[in-house]
């Protein structure tokens, strides 16, 4: 009786409709099969390695050739330039403006590896958090570093709330401090996050494809989602970016 119902299930199995939608987020070699090293390259070491070089096609040899009626190429390269030092001027002010090309490099290699990882049989980096993470952790030594060369222990008043009532201020420096090391925490699950979760979504919606009675609706349903998901590889990136311009403000300026 085990015996049929095992074999009974396998029919199932091998008969109903299987897709994997998390199967897109493993990493494997891009070579051949085997453990993956730290000296592997894998498919999220090349994909990565694809967002340098087009960040490099883009603002390198796209603009090599500038002129004063601008290329397409040239004109994609000058309006992200001119978006990022925007972004970095509004939020942090002029101080911030010398760390222009730290920002702008996150912003572009979060953005393109966002992009790219929408294409055909390609792997999104963003979507692993290890990824992230060190991208998050790079941003919060960093800023923290540079807190304490700019101010010293002033820097310290970035958690003492002066505005507050005395007798809060020690609870409240508390809780800004247990927020200040989330950071990288939150900085890094959003990113990921997100990514991870339109990308699954979207391989469920292709899943159903299969099935011929509701083919047309899931062709509808994938269109719209990798629609949604091109505004929100855009987003994703914004948001890490000037988040990150928003903790470059609270070293360059602590005070409350």
Not at 31 to 42: D, E
Not at 171 to 197: D, K, T, W
Not at 218 to 238: C, N, P, R, W
Request: charged share 10%.
């Amino acid at each position: 009786m085990a015996t049929e119902t095992a074999a009974a299930a396998h029919g199932a199995e091998e008969g109903g409709l299987q897709f994997h939608p998390m199967d897109q987020f493993i990493v494997e070699p891009l070579f051949g099969a085997g453990p993956v090293h730290w000296y592997t390259i894998t498919n999220a070491t090349f994909w990565m390695a694809m967002t340098a070089l087009a960040v490099i096609l883009l603002l390198v040899v796209g603009t090599s050739k500038r002129a004063t009626i601008p290329s397409r190429t040239q004109s994609v390269a000058e309006l992200a330039y001119g978006f990022v030092y925007k972004m970095i001027e509004d939020v942090t002010g002029k101080d911030g403006v010398k760390y222009f090309p730290y920002v702008m490099t996150l912003f572009m290699f979060i953005v393109f590896a966002n992009f790219l990882g929408l294409l055909p049989l390609a792997f999104t980096p963003t979507s692993h958090i290890a990824v992230t993470a060190v991208l998050a952790f790079a941003v919060f030594i960093t800023v923290t570093v540079l807190g304490f060369v700019k101010n010293g222990a002033h820097f310290l008043e970035l958690f003492w709330v002066k505005s507050a009532p005395l007798a809060l201020r020690p609870i409240l420096a508390v809780i800004e401090l247990i927020s200040y090391f989330v950071r990288p925490v939150s900085h890094s699950v959003r990113l990921a996050g997100n990514m991870m979760a339109g990308h699954a979504v979207i391989k469920v919606f292709a899943g159903f494809a299969a099935i011929a009675a509701i083919a047309p609706l899931s062709v509808v349903a994938v269109t719209a989602m990798y629609g949604l998901e091109v505004l929100v590889a855009f987003i994703q990136a914004y948001v890490f970016t000037i988040l990150t311009c928003v903790y470059l403000k609270d070293a360059l300026h602590p005070a409350h």
